[in-house]
């Protein structure tokens, strides 16, 4: 059972702006930075978001996070069809001097 | 351009061991902290296991604690995870993985299968 809590599902139609939630303890995401990560089907991760808002080298601005207290989102604008994916939030547990994941959230693109 | 490459994967029965390989290019190995996450077949990530950049300290999920073992040789540019006392729970695909100041980057990962 993760302490990151995403919703299993979330859905959208083409062109349509989605969020997709990540929330967890003040002493999970409250005082730490949160990063999302994006699994196409059958691939590997890919980093999308760092330090709650910021996008790595070559993830469209289409794609954007945020903080506010001890809940996170992720929200994808102009939705596309390749866009279907699971997304994860995490954060960096210095007590375990490791990742704690979300459970992960499936995207799909009606 | 980064590039992580799992190695070592295979089908190996409960109780038994497997030693898994991640060689890395295009980055300054030496310098940075590497990780396995790996992933049940339907499931979501699950963090396993941290070295620092020179070997110095290793970390552990607890569901792997006490039986997998984490290395590296920056001589080859290589991270290393020794799998023992495997269980069928164990049954995942396993990703290196390191972090820098702006990126994140993952291998492919390796598939490993814990059955009779």
């Known amino acids: 059972q993760s302490v990151l809590t995403q919703p299993p599902s979330a859905s959208g139609t083409p062109g349509q702006r989605v969020t997709i939630s990540c929330s967890g303890s003040?002493?999970?995401?409250?005082?730490?930075?949160i990063y999302w990560h994006q699994q196409l089907p059958g691939t590997a991760p890919k980093l999308l978001i760092y330090?709650?808002?910021q996008r790595p080298s070559g993830v469209p601005d289409r794609f954007s996070g945020s903080k506010s207290g001890t809940s996170a989102s992720l929200a994808i604008s102009g939705l596309r069809s390749e866009d279907e994916a699971d997304y994860y939030c995490?954060?960096?547990?210095?007590?375990?001097?490791?990742?704690?994941f979300g459970g992960g959230t499936k995207l799909t693109v009606l | 351009q980064v590039q992580l490459v799992e190695s070592g994967g295979g089908v190996v029965q409960p109780g038994g061991s497997l030693r898994l390989s991640c060689a890395a290019s295009g980055i300054i190995f030496r310098s940075f902290g590497m990780h396995w996450v790996r992933q049940a077949p339907g499931k979501g990530l699950e963090w396993v296991s941290f070295?620092?950049?020179?070997?110095?300290?290793?970390y552990y999920g607890d569901s792997v604690k006490g039986r997998f073992t984490v290395s590296r040789d920056n001589s080859r540019s290589t991270l290393y995870l020794q799998l023992n006392s495997l269980r069928p729970e164990d049954t995942a695909v396993y990703y290196c993985?390191?972090?820098?100041?702006?990126?994140?980057?993952w291998g492919q990962g390796t598939l490993v299968t814990v059955s009779s």
């Open positions: 995490a954060v960096w547990d210095d007590g375990l001097s490791g990742w704690v």
């Open positions: 070295i620092r950049f020179d070997g110095s300290d290793k």
């Open positions: 993985m390191f972090c820098s100041s702006t990126n994140c980057d």
């Open positions: 003040s002493s999970r995401i409250g005082s730490d930075h």
């Open positions: 330090r709650n808002d």
